[in-house]
């Protein structure tokens, strides 16, 4: 009987192999809560054997090809694997990307096929990927769940919604009977407080990045490292380092002494720059004290034009956040 397991991030994967707990493993790192999704032919591609889909665009390209090669099972679409395989189990981490790649898988299954031969768990990690111990994925998980035919449908529902043009579908998810699927009430949760803020203009993740600027004595790498005690981080390295790039490098800054950018890669690889980056002093401005204190709003003087999900937020169409209601605020 050969065993599957499709994971979230290559460190795990390579647990999982050592710990000899799967013949395949299959890691997929497809960054969800970044960026603008996918089109629509690209999502349904992802997932499909391989033909023309472009470098990133396909469930296979995280793992090495040497790896697929020795596998026999470079270019293979998931469905058509799973059908040579005995059983099947995703091994996700706690954070919201990993939510949303099982809710995609799910529903590009649940579109595909009408098998009622599951045989198809979720294993749920309560830390993140990279601190895991080989040693502690081989003894019994107290958090293995039987993927029950009921789940698909929620799933299916989590990722339509996700992919809207707004977040009102994602926020009627609480409306839903969220139990059968662990932890989407807090992904849902997660995921809404990164909007901007209606009363500061600040996501969950930039308003943590000025309270740790706030207390003092601070450089880059500070902030970089602290999104690991998140209480459910749901951006990684590039993306709050691009965010901290936001609150720094705008038209009305809140945080200054960043003196280098953009974060990007080659910013990276040029050494020098790369260690102007990291030894920048970083304060709060005038104005970052006052969004911190809940006098300005930092949207109301600075441009916004990124995609939460499948909603292009800018300044005139900008869904907003009210924490203490708890409850969207729409454009207005």
């Known amino acids: 009987m050969t065993r599957l397991i499709v994971t979230t991030g290559s460190s795990i994967a390579g647990a999982i192999q050592q710990a000899g707990l799967a013949d395949l493993v299959i890691a997929i790192e497809r960054r969800l809560v970044w960026g603008q999704l996918p089109s629509?032919?690209?999502?349904?591609?992802f997932f499909a054997?391989?033909?023309?889909?472009?470098?990133?665009?396909h469930w296979l390209d995280d793992t090495p090809p040497w790896r697929l090669?020795?596998?026999s099972v470079r270019n293979r679409g998931f469905v058509e694997?799973?059908?040579?395989?005995g059983s099947f189990e995703f091994c996700r981490g706690p954070g919201p990307n990993a939510q949303l790649l099982m809710f995609w898988l799910l529903d590009h299954w649940r579109r595909e096929t009408?098998?009622?031969n599951l045989n198809f768990t979720v294993r749920q990690l309560q830390i993140a990927i990279g601190g895991i111990d080989r040693r502690a994925l081989a003894r019994p998980h107290p958090f293995v769940n039987e993927i029950e035919p009921h789940y698909f449908k929620l799933a299916s529902r989590a990722w339509r919604a996700y992919r809207a043009p707004t977040p009102q579908n994602w926020f009627d998810l609480?409306?839903?009977?969220?139990?059968?699927?662990?932890?989407?009430s807090s992904c849902v949760t997660a995921l809404l407080e990164e909007l901007p803020s209606s009363a500061s203009g600040l996501g969950a993740?930039?308003?943590?990045?000025?309270?740790?600027?706030?207390?003092?004595?601070?450089?880059?790498f500070d902030v970089l490292g602290y999104r690991s005690r998140y209480r459910l981080p749901v951006y990684e390295y590039w993306e709050v380092?691009?965010?901290?790039?936001?609150?720094?490098?705008?038209?009305?800054?809140g945080v200054a002494g960043l003196d280098e950018g953009p974060f990007s890669l080659e910013m990276h690889n040029d050494s020098s720059r790369f260690q102007r980056y990291k030894q920048s002093r970083l304060s709060l401005t005038e104005f970052g004290k006052a969004v911190l204190g809940g006098n300005e709003n930092f949207r109301r003087h600075n441009r916004i034009d990124r995609w939460w999900g499948g909603t292009h937020l800018t300044n005139d169409r900008l869904w907003q956040w009210d924490a203490e209601a708890h409850s969207l605020v729409a454009p207005g």
Request: glycine residues 8%; hydrophobic residues 40%.
């Open 40 to 45: 629509e032919v690209e999502l349904q591609a």
């Open 49 to 57: 054997p391989r033909t023309t889909q472009p470098k990133g665009l």
């Open 69 to 71: 090669e020795e596998w």
């Open 81 to 85: 694997l799973f059908a040579e395989c």
């Open 114 to 116: 009408t098998t009622a």
């Open 174 to 184: 609480f409306k839903a009977n969220l139990v059968v699927l662990p932890q989407l």
């Open 205 to 220: 993740t930039e308003e943590q990045i000025l309270k740790l600027v706030a207390r003092g004595g601070v450089r880059p």
């Open 241 to 253: 380092g691009a965010l901290l790039d936001g609150l720094a490098r705008c038209d009305r800054p």
